[in-house]
């Protein structure tokens, strides 16, 4: 599974973004996938975590802030973030694992997509 994040870049605190994540391969639906996110000198820290039916799972720190959705007839899965403060500033990923339940740890995921930046700053 190839992966490849976008959607990324500055915005005002309180305004929203769309990350978007493409990925490869024709057996999508069975991936649990998830967004993780790292600040600069933090670690990476689960955000969101679909799964293929669409449930989805979301850090504290984002509930009712951000959506995580899929599409898999385009292979794709999306974090619409809304809201954002300063503090979700960081290099957002996007991840897959073939989990039955959806993982929050970084090293329960198989496939990572290359990253986008946040920015949230006035």
């Known amino acids: 599974v190839q992966l490849q994040a976008s959607g990324g870049g500055l915005v005002q605190p309180g305004g929203s973004l769309r990350l978007s994540c493409a990925a490869s391969?024709?057996?999508?639906?069975?991936?649990?996938m998830g967004w993780f996110r790292q600040a600069p000198g933090k670690d990476r820290e689960f955000v969101a975590g679909?799964?293929?039916?669409?449930?989805?799972y979301y850090a504290d720190a984002v509930k009712g802030r951000f959506t995580g959705f899929r599409d898999n007839a385009k292979n794709t899965v999306y974090l619409q973030m809304n809201s954002l403060k300063p503090e979700d500033t960081a290099v957002y990923y996007c991840?897959?694992?073939?989990?039955?339940?959806?993982?929050?740890?970084?090293?329960?995921?198989?496939?990572w997509g290359q990253g986008t930046l946040v920015t949230v700053s006035s």
């Open positions: 679909i799964m293929g039916s669409g449930v989805t």
């Open positions: 991840a897959a694992t073939p989990s039955r339940y959806v993982p929050r740890g970084v090293r329960e995921y198989d496939y």
């Open positions: 391969g024709r057996t999508f639906s069975s991936y649990v």
